[in-house]
């Protein structure tokens, strides 16, 4: 349905900030759409990171990113960011944004399923070194 490109990723040392954007194809049908991150490392399975609802009055983050990671939408610019704070090793990845139509009542629970999203970007890298 929607299509989505990331950018931004990159290689940081440790303790460093970097932020990835997702970029949407139609302005009109963005703000229909949960908003989520993923990511993938290798070996690994695709892994929840964080969601947004279309409103981003409604988020939910992983454990493991609580505290250090922000996410945000611009719905008029279609566009969709990660700001990530106090890089570690173990958040190299490549990132996927993904889009999910809503359901009638919002569940952090559902949107944190990835086979729940609808449309995914191609991914982008971040490498953080130690």
């Known amino acids: 349905q929607v299509q989505l490109v990331e950018s931004g990723g990159g290689l940081v040392q440790a303790g460093d900030s970097l932020r990835v954007s997702c970029a949407a194809s139609s302005g009109r049908t963005f703000s229909s759409y949960t908003m989520g991150w993923f990511r993938q490392a290798p070996g690994k399975e695709r892994e929840f990171v964080v969601c947004?609802?279309?409103?981003?009055?409604?988020?939910y983050y992983a454990d493991s990113v609580k505290g250090r990671f922000t996410i945000s939408r611009d719905n008029a610019k279609t566009t969709l960011s990660l700001q990530m704070n106090s890089l570690k090793p173990e958040d190299t990845a490549v990132y996927y944004c993904?889009?999910?139509?809503?359901?009638?009542?919002?569940?952090?629970?559902?949107?944190?399923?990835?086979?729940?999203?609808?449309?995914w970007g191609q991914g982008t890298q971040v490498t953080v070194s130690s």
């Open positions: 993904a889009a999910a139509l809503e359901t009638r009542y919002w569940s952090s629970t559902y949107y944190s399923l990835a086979n729940n999203y609808d449309s």
């Open positions: 947004i609802s279309w409103s981003g009055g409604s988020t």
